[in-house]
């Protein structure tokens, strides 16, 4: 195969790049890789960034809503990202705020369930709460979406930059 090199100079690198050229590339499922990246490399560097209280900034930052969209995805291919139903409610609620009761509509759980995931993210600051009147809405928390962007930022310019060199790697090849 043509690019052979290029998926044996992928898997000497680090195991979060191991795991997603297995996952994406070779259609391998390899649980113990995926297991190393919160304790190896940048995996483990990423997640040691948090501040002691679990949160990743210093809540001084504007909103930036393209980041929102890049941050989830950075932390999806990591598979370190939050709950597939936490994800789906951030998703819901970026665009509107909802009570817990017509988000927990969107879900086949049971409503404790929902409002366990409310409360986490309340906690993380990816929401907040606007009480109006008897009931508590839930809206997307733009800044403590923007620490974490603010934080992934350098990593994904560093992989902007290896995936220049890679194409250009690649393209050299093509024309020889």
């Not at 994406?24 to 209280?53: C, H, M, S, V, Y």
């Not at 890049?70 to 609620?93: E, F, M, S, V, W």
């Amino acid at each position: 195969m043509q690019n052979d090199h290029v998926i044996k100079w992928l898997l000497e690198g680090d195991v979060a790049i191991q795991f997603q050229v297995h996952r994406d590339l070779l259609g391998n499922t390899l649980p113990e890789l995926q297991q190393r990246i919160k304790n190896e490399g940048w995996g483990k560097a990423f997640l040691e960034k948090r501040n002691p209280n679990g949160h990743w900034g210093q809540k001084y930052y504007q909103p930036k809503w393209i980041s929102t969209h890049y941050t989830l995805l950075d932390l999806k291919n990591l598979q370190i990202g939050p709950d597939p139903t936490r994800r789906a409610i951030l998703l819901l609620l970026a665009s509107q705020s909802l009570t817990a009761g017509a988000i927990a509509a969107n879900f086949d759980t049971a409503r404790p369930t929902v409002s366990k995931h409310l409360q986490i993210l309340t906690e993380c600051e990816l929401l907040t709460q606007e009480p109006k009147g008897r009931e508590v809405f839930y809206q997307l928390n733009p800044s403590g979406m923007k620490e974490v962007a603010d934080f992934i930022e350098p990593f994904r310019q560093m992989w902007d930059e290896r995936f220049d060199r890679l194409e250009a790697i690649m393209k050299n090849l093509k024309n020889k």
